[in-house]
């Protein structure tokens, strides 16, 4: 029997809370698929994007009125993609409400590059290789943090 079957024939109101939706962008397909499924696998919803013009049109519902809402509570992205980069997205969007907030990872991560993303917002920038486990535990700790 489900958990919301089991809430409604006990009289309860409160159904479950939905699972918090990530967006993951990254243009390397094994390793977009692998954040997706470990974060899948860590209890959530996840959409996956392969490039920065793909980013931007999943985020548009944060800016659009006509368009259908899509909230996310975290965005976890690459930072050089085709098209727009990481931190293009980041600095062109940093000054909208409403944009959730942005882990960022890359390999060419240099001491500007951090400070940069630091500057435009980015709640972390992570360099590969990293850990699994640790970007699941940032993830985990960003999403539940309580926000203004």
């Known amino acids: 029997m489900s958990t919301v079957t089991e809430l409604q024939r006990s009289g309860s109101s409160s159904l479950p809370a939905a699972p918090h939706r990530l967006l993951v962008a990254d243009d390397d397909l094994p390793m977009r698929h692998l954040l997706a499924g470990e974060l899948r696998r860590a209890g959530y919803q996840v959409v996956e994007c392969g490039d920065g013009a793909s ?4 985020l548009a519902s944060v800016f659009l009125r006509d368009a259908r809402p ?12 085709p098209g727009l980069s990481g931190l293009e997205i980041l600095e062109a969007l940093q000054d909208r409400a409403g944009l959730p907030p942005m882990i960022l990872i890359t390999a060419f991560g240099d001491r500007e590059t ?20 640790d970007l699941v535990a940032l993830v985990n700790r960003t999403v539940h943090e309580e926000r203004p």
């Open 70 to 81: 899509d909230p996310f509570d975290l965005v976890v992205s690459d930072v050089r993609m």
């Open 55 to 58: 980013l931007v049109k999943r």
């Open 114 to 133: 951090h400070l940069r993303a630091e500057r435009l917002g980015a709640v972390a920038m992570i360099d590969k290789p990293f850990r699994i486990p």
